[in-house]
């Protein structure tokens, strides 16, 4: 803690501390799921509209940057475009079932909770 004070007083602007925090690289994100099961399940999300965002390539841009899965750690912007514009009955059915168990989990946290 003393060390990043110390960093902190030595900057010579308060913006100087904030640019070198974003210049930190962060590590991306490993999904369990495959990267078509991965851009469906963020179609779904993009089309409930729980994102804001100007223009889809800019999604499929920060997805490919900051995601990975087991068999792919790069994955392209142009592959979460391809998987989100055409998903297969078989990706559409994994995630189907992840949505099933967390709606499950969401009852059994409502009951816990007494609602």
Do not use: C, R, W
Not at 52 to 61: A, G, I, P
Not at 69 to 81: E, R
């Amino acid at each position: 803690m003393e060390q990043a004070l110390q960093f902190i007083g030595e900057q010579e602007e308060p913006d100087d501390y904030i640019k070198t925090l974003n210049q930190v690289e962060l590590p991306k994100l490993k999904s369990n799921l495959t990267v078509a099961q991965f851009a469906y399940l963020f179609k779904l999300l993009m089309d409930e509209e729980l994102f804001e965002y100007k223009h889809k390539t800019d999604v499929y841009k920060f997805l490919a940057a900051n995601f990975e899965t087991k068999k792919s750690s790069n994955i392209s912007a142009d592959s979460v475009k391809n998987h989100m514009d055409s998903p297969d009955v078989k990706n559409i059915d994994v995630v189907y079932e992840k949505i099933i168990h967390m709606l499950q989990t969401i009852k059994k946290d409502k009951e816990n909770i007494g609602i």
